[in-house]
């Protein structure tokens, strides 16, 4: 049964934009935080931010004033808007609650960041 997916990765351009989104069944969406997750080729997952129920949003010091996380609460969806791209920012992007669940991990959503 999938819960979360994720969508929107792609190859792009240091210093380019992508948005992701996470779809997300509406019993994961409503009770929880969320958070957007990565992990690079050799590195442990990372949480890069999370937004609350009531819109707090929070970020790892490495994407704060480039990446901006948002919810449309109607359509139970998180994204990603990720600006100013760059090459560390490639890796496998996953959404997830916070503390993550095991068993909603995803398949993610590659991003490639190319110098």
């Known amino acids: 049964q999938v819960q979360l997916v994720e969508s929107g990765g792609g190859l792009v351009q240091a210093g380019g934009s992508l948005r992701l989104s996470c779809a997300a069944s509406?019993?994961?969406?409503?009770?929880?935080?969320m958070g957007w997750y990565r992990q690079a080729p050799g590195k442990q997952r990372e949480l890069v931010a999370k937004i609350t129920g009531s819109g707090f949003t929070n970020y790892v010091d490495s994407v704060k004033g480039r990446f901006t996380i948002s919810k449309d609460n109607a359509k139970s969806t998180v994204y990603l808007q990720m600006n100013s791209l760059k090459p560390e920012d490639t890796a496998v992007y996953y959404c997830?609650?916070?503390?993550?669940?095991?068993?909603?991990w995803g398949q993610g959503t590659q991003i490639t960041v190319s110098s």
């Open positions: 509406r019993s994961i969406f409503s009770r929880n935080t």
């Open positions: 997830n609650t916070i503390p993550y669940e095991r068993s909603y």
